[in-house]
C-alpha cells in the first residue's frame, strides 16, 4: 500500500511538472529604423497569445523592449512611434518659442555657431547630436521608473546590452534609471555622444554584441 502511495505521489509531481508552462525570454536586436520592426513581432506574439516572461536588447531593440516590460503594448507603441517628429528628436534644435528672448535673437543674427571653451579654443563635440531631445522622450515615456531601480523587478524582467569605449567590453545594464539605460544602448558612436557612468563611456550595445 505504501508503495502504491509513493508511485501516485511521484506520478502526481511528474504530471504537474510537465504541466507547467516553459518561460519565453525575448531578445531585441538593434538595426535603427529597422528596430521599429520588432513592433510588429510583439503584434504578432500578442495575437498568439505568447506571453513574454523576460526581454533584452540592444540599440533600438532596448528601447522597444524596455517600454514593452514597463507596459506598454505594441499597438500603443507603434503609435507612439507614429506620432513623433523625428527630425526634431534626432537633433539638438530647440522649439523657438521655448527659448528666451536674447537666444532668439541670437539665432536671428548668424547661420552657423560654433561652440567656444573658456580658453578660447574651439570645443570639438563628443558626437553630432548630444542626445538631450531622445532623452526627454525616454524619460516622458518612463514615468514612474525614474529612481535607480533593478530592472528584474520591472513588471517583465528587463536588461539592455551597452558598449564600453574604454575597453571596448559589453555592459549589461540590469539596474539604474530605465531612460538613461536606453539612451547609452543607443548611443551610436560619432553620431550621439556617449553616456558616462561609473568610470565607463557607454555607447551602442551593437559595437559588441548586437
Given at each position: ?11 502526481f ?9 516553459k518561460?519565453?525570454?525575448l531578445?531585441?536586436s538593434?538595426?535603427?529604423a ?5 513592433i510588429?513581432v510583439?503584434k ?8 513574454i516572461?523576460y526581454i533584452?536588447g540592444?540599440s533600438?531593440g ?6 514593452y516590460a514597463?507596459?506598454?503594448?505594441a499597438?500603443?507603441m507603434?503609435s507612439l512611434?507614429?506620432r ?5 528628436l534626432l537633433?539638438?534644435k530647440?522649439?523657438r518659442?521655448?527659448?528666451?528672448f ?9 547661420l ?11 570645443k570639438?563635440?563628443s558626437?553630432f ?7 526627454n522622450l ?14 528584474k ?6 536588461a539592455c ?5 574604454v ?11 530605465l ?7 543607443m548611443a ?5 555622444a556617449?553616456?558616462?557612468k ?6 551602442d550595445?551593437?559595437?559588441s554584441?548586437n
Open positions: 500500500m505504501k508503495r502504491i502511495l509513493v508511485f501516485l505521489l511521484v506520478l509531481v511528474m504530471l504537474d511538472v510537465q504541466g507547467q508552462r518561460k519565453v525570454g531578445v531585441l538593434g538595426g535603427g529597422k528596430g521599429v520592426a520588432h510588429g510583439l504578432v506574439l500578442e495575437e498568439a497569445g505568447i506571453p516572461d533584452a540592444t533600438m532596448s528601447l522597444v523592449g524596455a517600454l514597463i507596459g506598454y503594448d499597438h500603443t507603434d512611434v507614429r513623433q517628429n523625428w527630425t526634431f537633433s539638438d530647440v522649439y518659442y521655448n527659448l528666451p536674447s537666444e532668439k535673437e541670437e539665432t536671428e543674427k548668424y552657423v555657431s560654433v561652440p567656444i571653451k573658456n580658453n578660447r579654443e574651439i570639438i563635440p558626437g547630436i548630444s542626445g538631450q531631445n531622445i532623452y525616454f524619460s516622458d515615456l518612463t514615468i514612474g521608473y525614474h529612481d535607480s531601480l533593478d530592472f523587478k520591472l513588471p517583465i524582467p528587463f546590452v551597452a558598449s564600453n569605449l575597453d571596448g567590453q559589453e555592459v549589461i545594464q540590469d539596474c539604474g534609471v531612460p538613461l539605460a536606453m539612451r547609452a544602448s551610436i558612436p560619432g553620431a550621439f556617449p553616456v558616462r561609473d568610470g565607463m563611456v557607454l555607447v550595445g551593437g559595437i554584441n
